[in-house]
């Protein structure tokens, strides 16, 4: 697998579980350099079951939301499914008032995720 700047990824079984490193995802540049490496899982790297792992996310802009519904139809294209976890209150209540959990499929911890694949 490729390296990244924004991302820690490992494998669990065949599902790519993605850790963000950066706290906060809200710089324009960070979050389009997120975009693309996100992106390339899917589209070189053909993971068809992806991880979102949002414990080290203190803060999540708008603009970081826009590039998790690109990724959701990017992974539908390719037959794949992802799946969110560990996701503050205070960052799913803003999934929850832009109707995004219920676009996404949202689980209290990664256990609970890899169990729901």
């Given at each position: 697998?490729?390296a990244?700047r924004?991302l820690?990824?490992?494998?669990?079984g065949d599902?790519?579980?993605v850790?963000?490193?950066?706290?906060?995802?809200?710089?324009?540049?960070?979050?389009?350099?997120?975009?693309q490496?996100?992106?390339?899982?899917?589209?070189?790297d053909?993971?068809?079951?992806?991880?979102l792992?949002?414990?080290?996310?203190?803060?999540?802009?708008?603009?970081?939301?826009?590039?998790?519904?690109?990724?959701?139809?990017k992974?539908?294209?390719?037959?794949?499914t992802?799946?969110?976890?560990?996701?503050?209150?205070?960052?799913y209540?803003?999934?929850a008032i832009?109707k995004?959990?219920?676009?996404?499929?949202?689980?209290?911890?990664?256990?609970?995720?890899?169990?729901?694949?």
């Amino acid at each position: 697998m490729t390296a990244y700047r924004r991302l820690d990824v490992t494998e669990v079984g065949d599902v790519t579980v993605v850790r963000f490193r950066d706290r906060k995802i809200v710089e324009d540049l960070n979050i389009q350099q997120l975009g693309q490496e996100l992106f390339q899982l899917v589209e070189l790297d053909n993971c068809r079951r992806l991880l979102l792992n949002f414990s080290s996310v203190e803060f999540l802009s708008s603009a970081a939301l826009g590039k998790l519904i690109t990724l959701d139809k990017k992974m539908k294209a390719h037959g794949g499914t992802f799946k969110l976890s560990n996701i503050r209150p205070e960052i799913y209540e803003v999934f929850a008032i832009t109707k995004l959990n219920r676009l996404f499929d949202i689980k209290d911890d990664e256990a609970d995720a890899l169990a729901a694949f």
